[in-house]
C-alpha cells in the first residue's frame, strides 16, 4: 500500500488514503520479474551461442576434381579421383592445412566438353581454391578458358597435349608434353623391335592428346629411318572389326594404338584375330589395369608406354602402393599415382602460400614438390618433366623390358 501523507489543517476532515488496484500491483510485478528472466535467459543463449560458435569446426578447405568417372574412360578418372581422395585423406589425418579440414569434390565430366564445364561452374560455384584434373587432354583444353578467367588454378594429373605447352595461364600439369617423352617410344620400336613400317590408330574423341602423340611419334620415327604409312582415326561410330581391316590394309610390321584403355584392348583382339605377327604397342593412356583385364590373350607381348616405374623400391612409392590399395583393394596404376601427386602438390602450395599470394603464385615459388617417385618442378609456365617407362604385358602383368 502506498501512503500520502500531510499535515492535518485545523477542522478539516482527515485525508483518505491512496491506493493503487490490486491488479495493478501484481501486473506491475509480473511484468518486472518476467523482464528480469527474458534478459537472463538471453545472456544465457547467448553464451551458448558464443560457445557453440567457439567450439563449431572451421570452415573447410575446398579443392574440386574432375575426371571421367563414367563410360570409356572411367579407369582413368577413377583412378585418378581415389589417388585425389588418399592425398586428402592423408593430409586430414595430420591436421589438415593449418587446422581447416580439406574437402574433396568431385564432378564427373563423361568425356564431353559441355559436361565437363557445367562440372567447372558447379566446382566454382562452390568456392574451390582449385582443381585436381582432368584427367584427359581434351577437357583439360575445354575448360581451361572458364579457369583462367576465374583466376583458378587446374593441376592435371595426365594431360600431356602440345597444345597446352609455354603459356601464360592457369595449367599445371604433373606429366611432361608428349614432345619431351614419346621419342624414346618410337626409338625402342625401330632399334630395339626392328619395326619399319607402322600404322598409327588414333581416339579422335581426345583429339588434342591422341593426335599430339600421334605427330610427335611420326617425326621421331621418320626421322630415325622409319615410315608412317598410315594414320588411321576413329570415333563412337566405327566398327572395331572394320576398323582393324583398315588399320591392317598396308601391310604394316607394327601397329601403335592412342586410345583409352577399353576401345585399345577390343582393338587388340580384332586385330589378333586378323594378324597374329604384327607387333603391337599403346600410349600412355590405355596402360591401366583394364587393358590386361578385357585385352586377355590379345594383350600379350604388347608393348605399354606408361608414367609409372612399378618396379621402383623408392620407399615414398612403396608407402603409396601400399595405403593406396588397403584402401581401395586394387593396384593405383599410373592414374592413381599421377593424381596423388597432382593432389599433394595443391595442398602443399595452399599449405605454403602467404598472405595475398594466388594459388599459382605460391606453386612456381614453392621449388620442388615432394612426388611419390620423384620430385615435381614446374617451369614459369606450369610444365614439368617426368620418365616414361616402356613395358610388356606377360603372363597377364605390366613387366619392364629388360
Given at each position: 500500500?502506498?501512503?500520502?501523507?500531510?499535515?492535518?489543517?485545523?477542522?478539516?476532515a482527515a485525508p483518505t488514503e491512496t491506493r493503487m488496484p490490486l491488479p495493478t500491483?501484481?501486473?506491475?510485478?509480473?511484468?518486472?520479474?518476467?523482464r528480469r528472466i527474458w534478459l537472463l535467459a538471453v545472456a544465457a543463449m547467448a553464451?551458448?551461442?558464443?560457445?557453440?560458435?567457439?567450439?563449431?569446426?572451421?570452415?573447410?578447405?575446398?579443392?574440386?576434381?574432375?575426371?571421367?568417372?563414367?563410360?570409356?574412360?572411367?579407369?582413368?578418372?577413377?583412378?585418378?579421383?581415389?589417388?585425389?581422395?588418399?592425398?586428402?585423406?592423408?593430409?586430414?589425418?595430420?591436421?589438415?592445412?593449418?587446422?581447416?579440414?580439406?574437402?574433396?569434390?568431385?564432378?564427373?565430366?563423361?568425356?564431353?566438353?559441355?559436361?565437363?564445364?557445367?562440372?567447372?561452374?558447379?566446382?566454382?560455384?562452390?568456392?574451390?581454391?582449385?582443381?585436381?584434373?582432368?584427367?584427359?587432354?581434351?577437357?583439360?583444353?575445354?575448360?581451361?578458358?572458364?579457369?583462367?578467367?576465374?583466376?583458378?588454378?587446374?593441376?592435371?594429373?595426365?594431360?600431356?597435349?602440345?597444345?597446352?605447352?609455354?603459356?601464360?595461364?592457369?595449367?599445371?600439369?604433373?606429366?611432361?608434353?608428349?614432345?619431351?617423352?614419346?621419342?624414346?617410344?618410337?626409338?625402342?620400336?625401330?632399334?630395339?623391335?626392328?619395326?619399319?613400317?607402322?600404322?598409327?590408330?588414333?581416339?579422335?574423341?581426345?583429339?588434342?592428346?591422341?593426335?599430339?602423340?600421334?605427330?610427335?611419334?611420326?617425326?621421331?620415327?621418320?626421322?630415325?629411318?622409319?615410315?608412317?604409312?598410315?594414320?588411321?582415326?576413329?570415333?563412337?561410330?566405327?566398327?572395331?572389326?572394320?576398323?582393324?581391316?583398315?588399320?591392317?590394309?598396308?601391310?604394316?610390321?607394327?601397329?601403335?594404338?592412342?586410345?583409352?584403355?577399353?576401345?585399345?584392348?577390343?582393338?587388340?583382339?580384332?586385330?589378333?584375330?586378323?594378324?597374329?605377327?604384327?607387333?603391337?604397342?599403346?600410349?600412355?593412356?590405355?596402360?591401366?589395369?583394364?587393358?590386361?583385364?578385357?585385352?586377355?590373350?590379345?594383350?600379350?607381348?604388347?608393348?605399354?608406354?606408361?608414367?609409372?616405374?612399378?618396379?621402383?623400391?623408392?620407399?615414398?612409392?612403396?608407402?603409396?602402393?601400399?595405403?593406396?590399395?588397403?584402401?581401395?583393394?586394387?593396384?593405383?596404376?599410373?592414374?592413381?599415382?599421377?593424381?596423388?601427386?597432382?593432389?599433394?602438390?595443391?595442398?602443399?602450395?595452399?599449405?605454403?602460400?602467404?598472405?595475398?599470394?594466388?594459388?599459382?603464385?605460391?606453386?612456381?615459388?614453392?621449388?620442388?614438390?615432394?612426388?611419390?617417385?620423384?620430385?615435381?618442378?614446374?617451369?614459369?609456365?606450369?610444365?614439368?618433366?617426368?620418365?616414361?617407362?616402356?613395358?610388356?604385358?606377360?603372363?597377364?602383368?605390366?613387366?619392364?623390358?629388360?
Amino acid at each position: 500500500m502506498i501512503k500520502v501523507q500531510s499535515r492535518l489543517a485545523a477542522g478539516e476532515a482527515a485525508p483518505t488514503e491512496t491506493r493503487m488496484p490490486l491488479p495493478t500491483i501484481l501486473s506491475a510485478g509480473l511484468i518486472g520479474r518476467a523482464r528480469r528472466i527474458w534478459l537472463l535467459a538471453v545472456a544465457a543463449m547467448a553464451t551458448v551461442l558464443l560457445g557453440i560458435v567457439a567450439c563449431a569446426p572451421p570452415e573447410p578447405v575446398r579443392i574440386g576434381f574432375l575426371g571421367g568417372l563414367s563410360g570409356r574412360v572411367a579407369d582413368l578418372g577413377i583412378g585418378g579421383r581415389n589417388g585425389a581422395i588418399l592425398a586428402v585423406e592423408m593430409r586430414n589425418q595430420q591436421g589438415g592445412i593449418h587446422g581447416r579440414p580439406i574437402e574433396l569434390i568431385a564432378e564427373d565430366d563423361q568425356q564431353d566438353a559441355e559436361v565437363a564445364r557445367q562440372a567447372v561452374t558447379r566446382l566454382l560455384a562452390r568456392k574451390v581454391e582449385l582443381i585436381v584434373g582432368p584427367m584427359t587432354s581434351a577437357m583439360a583444353v575445354a575448360v581451361l578458358p572458364q579457369l583462367n578467367a576465374a583466376g583458378i588454378v587446374l593441376i592435371s594429373p595426365t594431360a600431356t597435349t602440345n597444345a597446352l605447352t609455354g603459356l601464360d595461364d592457369q595449367f599445371f600439369r604433373v606429366v611432361a608434353p608428349t614432345a619431351t617423352h614419346v621419342f624414346r617410344s618410337a626409338e625402342y620400336h625401330f632399334r630395339r623391335q626392328g619395326l619399319r613400317r607402322v600404322v598409327l590408330v588414333y581416339d579422335l574423341r581426345n583429339k588434342a592428346y591422341s593426335e599430339s602423340w600421334a605427330g610427335d611419334f611420326r617425326k621421331a620415327f621418320e626421322a630415325l629411318g622409319g615410315r608412317i604409312v598410315g594414320e588411321v582415326g576413329f570415333d563412337a561410330s566405327n566398327a572395331l572389326a572394320d576398323l582393324a581391316l583398315a588399320v591392317l590394309a598396308s601391310e604394316p610390321d607394327g601397329v601403335l594404338i592412342i586410345a583409352n584403355s577399353v576401345d585399345t584392348a577390343l582393338l587388340l583382339q580384332q586385330i589378333r584375330r586378323r594378324d597374329a605377327g604384327v607387333r603391337l604397342a599403346t600410349a600412355e593412356w590405355a596402360a591401366t589395369e583394364q587393358l590386361i583385364e578385357l585385352g586377355g590373350r590379345a594383350a600379350e607381348g604388347v608393348i605399354v608406354a606408361q608414367y609409372v616405374d612399378r618396379e621402383s623400391r623408392a620407399p615414398a612409392y612403396l608407402a603409396f602402393s601400399r595405403a593406396y590399395r588397403e584402401r581401395f583393394a586394387h593396384d593405383p596404376g599410373f592414374p592413381g599415382l599421377t593424381a596423388f601427386d597432382a593432389t599433394n602438390v595443391a595442398l602443399d602450395a595452399l599449405t605454403s602460400r602467404s598472405a595475398g599470394q594466388s594459388v599459382k603464385q605460391a606453386i612456381l615459388a614453392h621449388g620442388d614438390f615432394a612426388g611419390a617417385q620423384l620430385p615435381i618442378r614446374f617451369d614459369a609456365h606450369g610444365d614439368t618433366q617426368r620418365d616414361t617407362f616402356l613395358l610388356v604385358i606377360s603372363d597377364g602383368q605390366f613387366k619392364s623390358l629388360p
